[in-house]
C-alpha cells in the first residue's frame, strides 16, 4: 500500500514536471532568425494585412493617427476583458527597445520577453503561419511608426484566468504550423490562404470557437456569435457568403456590400486595412474564400 | 374540386399576406422610416458606386442627381427617428445598438459627417469618374465610422 502511494507521488510529480515543461514559454533563437533583412515598404503591405492597426491603435483613430499604436480598446470576451497594450516604438510603455529575436517571439510563440505568455486575443496562432521574411520586413517598417507615452492598461479577468501559465495548455491545444485549409489550390488561392489565414486572421472572428476558447477548425469560417453580446459574425463559407469574386474584392476596398450597405462593426475597420493592399491580394482573398469547402449536411466543414 | 384547391390557395396567400403585415406592423413607425431612410441612401449610393467600381459607365447627370439625393437625405432632421426603446434589446427587426442612446453626441457627430461627405460628393459628382471614386472613398468612410460603433454587426 505504502508502495502504491509512492508510486503514484512519484507519477504525480512526474506530470507536473512535464507539464510544466510543456507548457513553458518559449522564445524563437536568434540564430534562426540570422541573415533576415527587412525591407520598411514591404512591411507596410504586412503591417495592414495583419491588422495591427485595428486592435492597438486608439479607438476610432483615423487617418495618420491609426499609425500611433498606443493600445487602449477593449476586447470583451467570455473571460473577461482584454485592454489592447501600447505596442508603439516608446522604449517605456511600448517595444521601443525590443530585439528582433523578441519581436518574432511574441508573434509566433505569443510569448514576451519576460517570458510570459500573452493570452490569445493577441492572434499570435495566426502570426505563427506568417513568412519570417514577412516579419522582417514588418518590423522594419515598425521601426518608423511614431511613439506613444500612453501606459497600457491591464487586462480585466477573473481567476483562473489570471495565470498565464494556463495559456500554455492552451497553445498546446490550439497551436498549429498548418494552414486549415489544404489541398490542390491555385497561386492566388494560396496567396489569400496565406493572407487570410496567416495575416488577416478572419478566422478569429468568423469561426466558432470551442469551450475553452479555441477556434473550431472543423467549422472554419462558418460564421461564430459575436463576443461583444449580440448577433451573429456572418459566414464566409460558399455556400452562405454567395457574392462574386469581384463584388468581394471591391467590399473589401470600399466597404459597401453588392446591394450598398456598408461594412459596420470591426469590419469597418478591418477594411481600412484591407482597403491599403494592392488590388491583387483582396482578389486572392475573395478567390480563397471561394474555394472554402462548404459544411456538411451536419453542419461539420470536412478538413 | 379545382374551386377548393384555388380557393384554399387564396386563404393560403391571404394568411401568408397578413403573416408579412403583421411583422412588418410590429416595427415601430420611426424604425421603418430610419430603414427607409438607409436604404434611399443605399439606392443613391449603387448608383454612384456602381460607377466608381467600373461596373456601369459614368454618367455625370446621373452621378450629380444621385449625389444630389445624398445630400437631401443628409439633410433630414433626425429627431422623430430616434425614439427611445428602440434599440436592438428591446426590437426584434432593429440594429441599432444602445449606444445611440448612449452617446447622442457621437452618434449626431457622425451624422453630420456623412452630411459633409455627401456635400463633397455633390460638389464634384459632375467632375468625371476619378473626382467620384475619391469621393465615393470618404462617404463609404462616413458610413463604416458610425456602423461601426452604432450598428449591430450582423
Known amino acids: ?303 | 374540386m379545382k374551386t377548393r384547391t384555388l380557393l384554399a390557395s387564396i386563404v393560403a396567400l391571404a394568411a401568408m399576406g397578413t403573416g408579412i403585415a403583421a411583422v412588418t406592423q410590429d416595427l415601430p413607425g420611426p424604425v421603418k422610416a430610419r430603414q427607409g431612410q438607409m436604404q434611399l441612401m443605399a439606392l443613391n449610393l449603387g448608383v454612384l458606386g456602381g460607377m466608381a467600381r467600373g461596373n456601369t459607365d459614368y454618367d455625370a447627370e446621373a452621378a450629380q442627381t444621385a449625389a444630389n439625393n445624398l445630400v437631401a437625405l443628409a439633410a433630414i432632421d433626425q429627431s422623430f427617428s430616434w425614439p427611445e426603446g428602440t434599440d436592438n434589446f428591446a426590437l426584434e427587426g432593429t440594429r441599432a445598438l444602445p449606444a445611440i442612446w448612449e452617446n447622442p453626441e457621437g452618434f449626431a457627430e457622425d451624422y453630420m459627417a456623412f452630411g459633409a461627405a455627401a456635400e463633397g460628393l455633390a460638389a464634384v459628382a459632375g467632375d468625371g469618374l476619378e473626382a467620384v471614386q475619391a469621393a465615393m472613398g470618404s462617404i463609404g468612410g462616413t458610413c463604416g465610422a458610425c456602423h461601426d460603433d452604432f450598428r449591430q454587426a450582423n
Open chain 1, 1 to 303: 500500500m505504502r508502495r502504491l502511494v509512492s508510486v503514484l507521488i512519484v507519477m504525480g510529480l512526474a506530470a507536473f514536471a512535464a507539464g510544466l515543461l510543456l507548457t513553458r514559454p518559449v522564445s524563437v533563437p536568434a540564430a534562426e532568425l540570422a541573415g533576415l533583412s527587412g525591407d520598411a515598404v514591404a512591411g507596410e503591405a504586412v503591417f495592414w494585412a495583419a491588422g495591427c492597426a485595428s486592435c492597438h491603435a486608439a479607438e476610432d483613430a483615423t487617418g495618420e493617427a491609426r499609425l500611433v499604436l498606443s493600445g487602449g480598446q477593449r476586447f470583451p470576451s467570455d473571460f473577461g476583458t482584454f485592454v489592447a497594450p501600447n505596442v508603439s516604438m516608446d522604449p517605456e510603455h511600448g517595444i521601443g527597445d525590443w530585439t528582433f529575436p523578441q519581436f518574432v517571439t511574441a508573434l509566433q510563440e505569443g510569448i514576451s520577453p519576460e517570458g510570459r505568455h500573452y493570452y490569445p486575443a493577441f492572434p499570435y496562432p495566426a502570426y505563427r503561419l506568417a513568412t519570417r521574411q514577412d516579419l522582417a520586413d514588418l518590423w522594419a517598417f515598425w521601426q518608423t511608426l511614431p511613439s506613444s507615452d500612453a501606459p497600457s492598461a491591464p487586462h480585466e479577468l477573473g481567476f483562473p484566468f489570471t495565470i498565464r501559465r494556463t495559456v500554455g495548455v492552451w497553445n498546446l491545444l490550439n497551436l498549429s504550423d498548418d494552414f486549415v485549409v489544404t489541398g490542390d489550390l491555385t497561386a492566388e488561392q494560396a496567396r489569400g490562404r496565406y493572407l487570410a489565414e496567416a495575416l488577416a486572421h478572419c478566422g478569429e472572428c468568423h469561426t466558432p470557437r470551442n469551450a475553452l476558447g479555441g477556434l473550431d477548425r472543423a467549422a472554419w469560417l462558418a460564421g461564430a456569435p459575436d463576443p461583444s453580446g449580440s448577433g451573429r459574425i456572418p459566414p464566409l463559407t460558399p455556400d452562405e457568403l454567395r457574392w462574386s469574386e469581384a463584388e468581394i474584392a471591391a467590399y473589401l476596398t470600399d466597404g459597401f456590400t453588392p446591394s450598398f450597405d456598408s461594412a459596420g462593426g470591426h469590419m469597418a475597420s478591418v477594411i481600412r486595412n484591407l482597403g491599403q493592399l494592392a488590388s491583387a491580394d483582396r482578389f486572392a482573398i475573395a478567390a480563397y474564400l471561394k474555394a472554402l469547402p462548404e459544411p456538411a449536411e451536419d453542419g461539420t466543414i470536412p478538413y
